[in-house]
């Protein structure tokens, strides 16, 4: 969806609305940090977010990456910067080729800024000079398309001291087709204020978001200002020399400044604005807590996983729960179907998923951080401690799941740590769920006013012993379905067809029952492979003749996986009965192990 259509849709509703800027990190681990942030501050409810652009398309391909997952992913509309710089006719076609083939509607036209070592801006041959010549091209080339932000200099650009005929060349680039002007950062709300008025006055309509800049630290705003030579009231600079070397106070001081010049924004009658976030979170979400735009739940989760923003996939409203915690994996592994499931899974089902790439299989984590959060196991015990520890949140992530447990499972958690520890290794979880309203603020998805529920579900690996014990227990309980499969594709199961078996269901007015996250055969096939490839990765960080080495590789070529609904979701412990001990129990069984957690 076009940007300029979100706006005017919010604007119609009388209601606040605002956006992130992101920038490409330079390291793998930075852009896995990147896409958690992203997910968690997706729950924001931002009306889009912004990529940018290194000069002469030095980070093309990871921001293309990065606008592509961002939309298909995550749900996140999003605009991509487009520069001037070093930037041939040829390469500009492939930029905004690129950007359409993953559903991105939005560009950030801009000149850019010279390249690294450079002191003057210069075009390159077969090149544009201005950000008026790349917004002709893009129209001419797209027509209405996408909708083309430019940038606005409320203090001027830096190299046109003559603020007027900077206001004019602005003007020019709307007429030429712009349809939302985004500002560069100021420290004072009254000259963005003045440069809305000066713009209204020479007839500038379109709509005027104000990038806001939190403070994060002195240093780091001495910095920023140098690049484009910002005013900085004397005030600021007054209020902030006592505590210059005090970061937190800085921060501090930075999201006070940010929600007063909103606050003086809105009482203008300006409903937007943009915040720069420097790949940071925590400024962004206590600027928004403090204007009280935090949105509820049923607002920016309408489903239980993100839906995608790509056209192909605008009706897609049913996945299977095993990619719950690695859903650009499953994004990439369906993205050749021609259809995608809506309503019943049935309907709509794929033949086949793709096969592995190299996010499929890949550890989200450098090497040095896997060692050390995972250790060097010699034993069953060890790796199951490692899960463990997972579990209560003392490690970060495992290779099944690079980011902390959601919310929803604090009420399991001491629950998963005990069963991890009797070496049942649990790799995806959801707790029962019997009619919560749709705008709990932990369960809740879907429209306003309607009841979600969901079914226990557990998935773990476990040696083919204690499946078997297991599985003696689960034949003695009919609400209990199971699937199981080892590395050969040995398939064990209780269930008598095929058919998907819902997990996760809403019930809203006026609408059918939702079914969104399913438990079925063909797409558990699927993900076994995945899940056992990802022990050989695990393996890889080792000595290949390490003991370590050793019992990861045994696990995956001698354990199974297995997937276990209870299908009765009003007895919310039911599934734990299988496991034939509660919780006190669990740990004085496991006393010695839990004593080496943290």
Known sequence: MKVIDKIAKAESEGRFYYSFEYFPPKTAQGVQNLYDRMERMQRFGPEFIDVTWGAGGTSADLTTELVSTAQSVYGLETMMHLTCTNMPIEKIDDALKAAKNCGCQNILALRGDPPKGQTNWESVENGFEHAIDLVKYIRKQYGDYFCIAVAGYPEGHIDNPDKEADLRYLKEKVDAGADVIVTQLFFDAEVFLDFVKRCRDIGIKCPILPGIFPIQNYN??????????????????????????DDSAVKEYGINLSVDFINKFREAGINGFHIYTFNLERSSRLILERLDLVPTTESVKPLPWNPSLTSKRAKENVRPIFWKNRQKSYIQRTESWD?????????????????????????????????????EPKSADDVALTFAKYCKGVISGIPWSAQQLEPETEIIRQRLAGINLLGYLTINSQPAVNGVKSSHDVYGWGPKNGYVYQKAYLEFFVSPEKLEELTTKISKNPQVTYYAVNKRGDLKTNTQNDQPTAVTWGVFPGKEIIQPTIVESM???????????????????????????????????????????????????????????????????TQHLFDLIP
């Open 523 to 589: 797409a558990f096939m699927a993900w076994k492979d995945e899940a056992f490839e990802l022990w050989s990765e695990w393996a890889r960080i080792y000595d290949r003749e390490s003991e370590s080495a050793k019992i990861t590789l045994d696990i995956m070529n001698n354990w199974y996986l297995v997937n276990i609904v209870h299908n009765d979701f009003q007895d919310e412990n039911g599934i734990w009965g299988l496991f034939d001990l509660e919780v006190d129990q669990i740990a004085k069984k």
């Open 339 to 375: 259809e995608y499931p809506n309503g019943r899974w049935g309907d709509s089902r794929s033949p086949a998923f793709g096969e592995l790439d190299g996010w499929g299989v890949s550890l989200k984590y450098p090497t040095q951080d896997c060692l050390k959060m995972w250790g």
């Open 220 to 245: 780091g705003l001495k910095r920023v200002i140098s690049f484009s030579n910002n005013a900085v009231p004397q005030k600021v600079w007054d209020d902030l020399e006592p505590i210059k070397d």
